[in-house]
C-alpha cells in the first residue's frame, strides 16, 4: 500500500474500508433478567426477519457510506463498487476488506476486469487489497458495526417491528468517525500497519509479520499515523 501514499495523500485516491453486516429480526435482544423463582416464558416471532447491508468507511476522512441489499454476493458487491465510483468521480479506489469469494472471484473479478481495462497498476480504477485470512479485527468497519447493533440494544424497549430495529441500526449512516474510534477498534500502532503494509494482494500476511513490520518500519508506520491524524483534523 506505500506505493499509493502520494495519491492518497494528495486526494486522487481514495481509500475505503468494506465489508458486509448482516441485521437479524431478533438483534435487539442478547439477554434479559427475570424473578428466579417464577416460571417465565417468552414469546418468539421467527419470522427469518435479516436485512444486509455494505458498508464503506473513508479512511481519511471517517466518513460511512451505508446501503441496503437483498443479500451479499457477487452482483450486489459489484451494485456498491458503482455507488462508490459515482460518488469519486476521476478518483481511484483503493478497497481494503476480507477474503469473502465473492470480493475477488466471479462477479467482481469482471468488474475488475472491465474497470481496469488497459490501464497500468498504477492508474487503476479500482484497486482491492484483502486482509489476512481469518483476521476480522484488521478492519475498523467491525467496530461500527457493533455501534450500530448497540443502539438497536439500547432502544430494544421501544422497537416494535422489524422496519424500527433498521431505523435504529441505520443511524451509523449519519456519524463521520474519529481517528480515535479507529484506534479503539483496531489499536493506533495496528491500524497504521495494516493501513500502509499489512495488507496484502496475495493474502499470505499473517499476524506475526504485522509485529515484525512495526518493528521494522517505523517511519512507514509513523507516516501512516501522520497522515490518518492531520486528515481528521482538517474534517474535524
Not at 457477487?74 to 463498487?81: K, L
Not at 482491492?128 to 484488521?138: I, V
Request: glycine share 6%; with cysteine.
Amino acid at each position: 500500500m506505500i506505493q499509493h501514499k502520494d495519491r492518497i495523500a494528495s486526494g486522487d485516491m481514495i481509500v475505503y474500508f468494506v465489508d458486509e453486516c448482516h441485521v437479524l429480526g431478533d438483534t435487539a435482544v442478547g439477554y434479559g433478567w427475570a424473578p428466579s423463582d417464577q416460571r417465565v416464558t417468552v414469546l418468539v416471532n421467527n419470522n427469518h426477519d435479516r436485512q444486509t447491508y455494505f458498508g464503506a468507511l473513508q479512511m481519511l476522512t471517517g466518513e460511512f457510506v451505508l446501503a441496503e441489499y437483498p443479500t451479499a454476493n457477487g452482483d450486489t458487491t459489484v451494485a456498491f463498487m458503482h455507488r462508490l465510483r459515482k460518488k469519486h468521480p476521476g478518483k481511484q479506489l483503493l478497497i481494503l476488506w476480507d477474503n469473502v469469494s465473492y470480493h475477488y472471484q466471479g462477479d467482481m473479478k469482471e468488474f475488475l476486469l472491465d474497470v481496469n481495462a488497459f490501464l497500468e497498476p498504477d492508474a487503476w480504477s479500482v484497486t482491492c487489497m484483502r486482509f489476512a485470512p481469518y483476521a476480522s479485527e484488521q478492519n475498523p468497519i467491525e467496530h461500527v458495526w457493533q455501534i450500530g447493533k448497540q443502539y438497536v440494544r439500547a432502544l430494544f424497549h421501544s422497537l416494535r417491528t422489524f422496519s424500527d430495529i433498521k431505523g435504529a441500526f441505520e443511524r451509523i449512516k449519519d456519524m463521520r468517525f474519529t481517528f480515535g474510534d479507529l484506534v479503539v477498534s483496531s489499536g493506533l500502532r495496528h491500524l497504521s500497519a495494516i493501513m500502509f503494509g499489512v495488507v496484502s494482494d496475495d493474502n499470505q500476511m499473517e499476524h506475526r509479520e504485522t509485529t515484525q513490520l512495526i518493528r521494522e518500519r517505523p517511519n512507514l508506520i509513523r507516516f501512516g499515523t501522520e497522515l490518518a491524524e492531520e486528515a481528521f483534523q482538517k474534517v474535524g
